[in-house]
C-alpha cells in the first residue's frame, strides 16, 4: 500500500523534471530563433518569444472552442481572372523598351487590371478640341513652333497597343484639366476643375 504513493511522487518528480527541461529548451529555441521560433513565427507571424507564445496559447485553445457551422466550400467564380491591379504611370516612360519590360514584370507578377491616368492636360494641350502639342523645342532649332508640333495622343497609342499585346486590361482614369479650360490659374490648383463642365464631356467622349 505505501508503495503506490511512493510511485506516483516518483511520476511527479519526472513529469516537473521533463517539463522543466522542455521549458529551459524551448527558451533557449526562441532566444536563438532555431526550429520552434521559425515554426511559430509561421503561425502567428509574431518575433519576440512572449507574443509567439501567446499567440500560440491562441491558436491551441481554438482545439477547445466550438467553431462556427459554415457552408461548404463553394467554387470561386472567375478564379481565372485575378481582381487584382496595379497603378501605372506609363505615360512617364518615353522608351518602348522600358514600357515593355514594366507591363512583362506586371504580367509575370499575375496582375490583370491596370490603373493608367491619361492626363487631359497632357492630350488636349494646345487648345479645345485641338490633340496636338506644341510645348517643346522637339528639333532644337531654339524656336517653339509648328515643326515640334506632334500627336498627343501618340504616346497614349502605344500604351494601349501595349498592354493589349501583353494581354492585360485596362482602367482609364482621366485626370488634371488644362490651362486653357480656366480663366484664372493664378489662383487654382492643377486639379481645380475647368470653367465649363462640357469641355471635359466633349474631350471625354
Keep these: ?3 503506490l504513493p ?3 511522487w516518483r511520476l511527479v518528480r519526472w513529469i516537473i523534471a521533463i517539463s522543466f527541461i522542455f521549458v529551459l529548451l524551448l527558451g533557449l529555441d526562441l532566444a536563438n530563433q ?27 485553445s481554438n482545439l ?8 461548404p466550400m463553394q467554387p470561386i467564380q472567375y478564379a481565372d481572372d485575378i481582381p487584382y491591379g496595379i497603378n501605372t504611370f506609363l505615360q512617364k516612360e518615353v522608351e518602348e523598351p522600358k514600357l515593355r519590360a514594366m507591363l512583362q514584370m506586371i ?8 490603373r493608367q491616368e491619361f492626363p487631359w492636360e497632357d492630350l488636349e494641350v494646345d487648345g479645345r478640341g485641338q490633340f496636338t502639342d506644341t510645348r517643346n523645342d522637339r528639333n532644337g532649332d531654339g524656336e517653339i513652333n ?11 497609342d502605344q500604351i494601349v497597343d501595349l498592354v493589349d499585346e501583353y494581354g492585360l486590361k485596362m482602367m482609364v482614369r482621366l485626370s488634371n484639366p488644362p490651362d486653357w479650360s480656366r480663366a ?9 476643375p475647368p470653367d465649363d463642365y462640357q469641355d471635359f464631356v466633349n474631350y471625354a467622349v
Excluded: C, H
Excluded at 504580367?107 to 491596370?114: I, N
Design 107 to 114: 504580367q509575370e507578377a499575375g496582375f490583370v487590371w491596370l
Design 64 to 71: 477547445l472552442r466550438a467553431q462556427p457551422d459554415t457552408q
Design 6 to 8: 511512493r510511485s506516483r
Design 146 to 156: 509648328a515643326a515640334d508640333t506632334i500627336d498627343a495622343w501618340a504616346k497614349y
Design 184 to 192: 484664372d490659374n493664378e489662383n487654382t490648383t492643377p486639379q481645380a
Design 34 to 60: 532555431g526550429l520552434a521560433w521559425r515554426l511559430f513565427w509561421s503561425q502567428t507571424g509574431e518575433e519576440q518569444p512572449l507574443g509567439q507564445l501567446q499567440g500560440m496559447l491562441e491558436l491551441g
Design 1 to 3: 500500500m505505501e508503495s
